[in-house]
């Protein structure tokens, strides 16, 4: 177990600095303390294949390249390395972090090479864990300290961590959802499942195919999601047009889908991140459980900016649910700050 980096002020100034580096499935972020948000890109990356021995090259990272997702020329991949908060291609993820780390370093001179501080699902496996801290060493870190994705989220959403109260954060993010309950500097519970908001963009590709016959890519469902989405059904009723492929021609066809079509859609996913906090408040000890009935439950990460999902999950569990401020920066501005204040105990780290 590593706590981060301890601070030796001169030293530090000069030859040493922190990041704190959320690599999510959806965005990678970047924390440090002088300069706050430095760096929050998608979490893509593009190569120019360009021998015949299929030598790569990289072509584009972040923005740009989300941007040839599926509409790449032949000679161009675009990847997404990460899946489920773990990496699922592992020298993608490297030359993709070294680009990010890159385009965040503040001093060229001094700062070749960071600590990091890597927000990690509670989910991940031994393996995965050390995939990502020898892609973030790959890519320039002299150490990696990895620190839990609800936890991180917590500290970044405010919620009084050291205390000896319990908090429960759910962070809802492209790949996971996490739930956890923190209390005293720890984590008492926590939980994590493979489901987030590409499950939403998945499912509602799927249903539009099954009952519309036309096939969405993931990104125009994910503009649907954001656009109209609502985890319930009894608002009024809004709609978008979504343009796609006819399953019958091959041709292009555009539907008019509701947000009432939406919260069908999703209702599958949305349930598994329903019973993964049910459980979560099954396994908690009651005290705790009793703090969390005053306190509320806080919700971060992209997925908390589904429309009514607060909503949902209150008439589901009889708790105050609300959105953190910021949802998709708290897991990245948590991080930083856990590890430059220690707020967290030794067990929060490895
Ligand atoms: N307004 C919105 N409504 C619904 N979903 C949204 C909205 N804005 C962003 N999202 C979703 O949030 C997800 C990205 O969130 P976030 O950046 O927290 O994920 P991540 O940290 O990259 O993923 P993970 O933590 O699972 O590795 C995407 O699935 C995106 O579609
Ligand atoms: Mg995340």
Not at 25 to 42: F, H, K, Q, R, W
Not at 236 to 250: F, K, L
Request: aromatic share 4%; hydrophobic share 45%; charged share 20%.
């Amino acid at each position: 177990m590593a706590r981060p980096t301890p601070h030796y002020p001169l030293f530090d100034r000069l030859f040493r600095h922190s990041m704190a580096v959320d690599l999510g499935t959806a965005n990678t972020l970047i924390y440090t303390d002088n300069g706050g948000i430095v760096l929050n890109e998608p979490s893509v990356v593009a190569f120019q294949k360009e021998s015949a021995a299929g030598q790569k090259r990289v072509a584009a990272v972040g923005t740009e390249a989300r941007q040839l997702l599926g509409r790449a020329p032949s000679n161009v991949e675009a990847v997404r390395p990460m899946r489920h908060g773990v990496i699922a291609n592992f020298s993608a993820a490297e030359q993709m972090i070294r680009q990010f780390v890159d385009m965040a370093r503040p001093r060229p001179l001094f700062s070749r090479r960071a600590a990091f501080t890597l927000c990690v699902p509670a989910g991940a496996t031994q393996v995965e864990r050390r995939a990502i801290k020898e892609a973030a060493v790959a890519a320039g870190a002299w150490k990696v300290s990895l620190i839990g994705e609800s936890l991180a989220s917590a500290v970044g959403a405010g919620l009084p961590v050291s205390e000896a109260t319990g908090s429960m954060v759910i962070d809802i993010g492209g790949g996971t959802t996490e739930v956890g309950v923190i209390s005293l500097g720890g984590l008492a519970y926590s939980g994590s499942i493979r489901v987030g908001g590409d499950s939403f963009d998945m499912a509602i590709v799927s249903y539009v195919r099954n009952l519309y016959g036309v096939l969405l890519g993931e990104q125009t469902a994910e503009h649907v999601k954001k656009g109209i989405g609502s985890a319930v059904r009894d608002v009024p009723v809004e709609h978008m047009n979504a343009t796609g492929r006819s399953v019958d021609d091959g041709l292009p066809r555009t539907v008019q889908l509701s947000n009432h079509d939406i919260a069908d859609a999703i209702e599958g996913p949305l349930r598994q991140v329903i019973g993964a906090v049910k459980r979560a408040l099954e396994t908690t000890p009651a005290e705790l459980v009793t703090d969390i009935a005053h306190s509320g439950i806080v919700l971060t990460g992209g997925g908390a900016l589904l429309g009514n999902l607060g909503r949902r999950l209150t008439n589901e569990l009889g708790l105050d649910v609300h959105v953190a401020n910021e949802p998709l920066t708290c897991a990245v501005r948590g991080a930083g700050a856990a590890a430059a204040a220690g707020l967290l105990n030794d067990s929060a780290y490895e």
